[in-house]
């Protein structure tokens, strides 16, 4: 069942239920920010003092950064993590293929104000499904007449028990930038988290594990070279307004990005799609 609600703000969102899961979708930046598998916990963590507010992001979810993640590489007055988090997509097309899964079809094309902010005539095109597992294609369309580049992720926020407890597999020796330090390291084992981790993974293979108690999730990327693990940690969580002090402790954030030296070239008339797939076992 797919239902359009709206919060007491006017903020627009989309309800899917179906026999496996559920989940809600914000217009606003193509945001799903619940998915939840029956019988069992969330697996995407929203922050409680998360603003529903147009033109103010959700804090947690699964974000949409585009066509720029983080800073912009030139303009630091630009909006962070580009233009999709706080634009108003469109809902073209919705299926019910059976029981179990619901997909959603949503759009947000150049207009004169992105035209404003990034000078590139552009089709975005995002793909939920909504069913045993969680899959978003994010689809981008060049159809402006040279190229251009772009760096993007799909943002996953995770809600997790415990952060002291949780590990990622699937990145050893695999080659990253602290983006706290600049240093480029090397990962050894497993990835665990004792403090502020801001990380791109260059090189990543297309799947890592997150393990969580009795709780694996695998996270499956396709049309990415890169991986970004954030943890504001607690001082952070401290300073930021839309985060409770002791947040930290129960999300973390494993990103299918084209970050960096992964960033992206399209041609006129070309498209590239970043898509990731999260599938949960107990």
Known sequence: MITNKNTPGSFDYIEIQNASANARVALQGGHLFHYQQLHRKPLIWLSGKSPFEKGKAIRGGIPVCWPWFGQHPTDSSLPQHGLARTSLFELIDSQEPDENSTELLLQLQSSAETLSIWPYRFQLLLKITVGPALTLALTTKNSDTKPFTITSALHSYFAIDDIGKVSVQGMDETEYLDLLTNQTLIQRGSIHIDKE?????????????????TRTV?????????????????????????????????????????????????????????????????
Do not use: F
């Open 218 to 282: 695998q996270i499956r990327s396709e049309g990415s070279s890169s991986t970004v693990i954030w943890n504001p940690w607690s001082d952070k969580s401290k300073s930021m307004s839309d985060m409770e002090d002791d947040s930290y402790q129960t999300m973390l954030c494993i990103e299918t990005a084209n970050a960096k030296q992964d960033a992206r070239t399209i041609a006129s008339g070309e498209e590239h799609c970043l898509k990731v797939s999260l599938t949960e076992s107990v």
């Open 197 to 213: 981790v801001d990380r791109v993974y260059r090189k990543s293979a297309n799947t890592a594990l997150l393990l969580d108690g």
